[in-house]
């Protein structure tokens, strides 16, 4: 059973920096389209940052410069290094897999097919 795991989320200041981490089980998420999104209250859910099972990787516009997605193949885990963060970065963020890979570019939240809890992320200005 593919279970997906995030941490990592806190409450900081505008221009701080978080790690979140997302610790896979039950898949050899190499051969995954793998990614984050997220959802802040009244929006919809959008993608952040994915990595495919091809190593390609996508940054949205919105974090790009400021956002970097990486994977610990030894450790089954995806992060999400977030720095310079705004306040219009809060949101709860989500891990997300998707088997085999990417099925569209950038990847749609509708596309995934599974998901962790959520971690929350709130930034203050």
């Known amino acids: 059973q593919v279970q997906l795991v995030e941490s990592g989320g806190g409450s900081v200041q505008s221009g701080g920096s978080l790690r979140l981490s997302c610790a896979v089980s039950?898949?050899?998420?190499?051969?995954?389209?793998m990614g984050w999104f997220r959802q802040a209250p009244g929006k919809e859910r959008d993608g952040v940052a994915a990595?495919?099972?091809?190593?390609?990787?996508f940054y949205a516009d919105s974090v790009k410069g400021r956002v970097t997605i990486s994977q610990d193949n030894d450790k089954n885990t995806l992060y999400l290094q977030m720095n310079s963060l705004k306040p219009e970065d809060t949101a709860m963020y989500y891990c997300?897999?998707?088997?085999?890979?990417?099925?569209?570019?950038?990847?749609?939240?509708?596309?995934?097919?599974?998901w962790g809890k959520g971690t929350l992320v709130t930034i203050s200005s």
């Open positions: 997300a897999a998707e088997n085999p890979r990417c099925s569209s570019w950038p990847p749609l939240s509708g596309g995934m097919d599974y």
């Open positions: 039950g898949v050899t998420y190499k051969s995954y389209c």
């Open positions: 990595i495919d099972s091809d190593g390609s990787i």
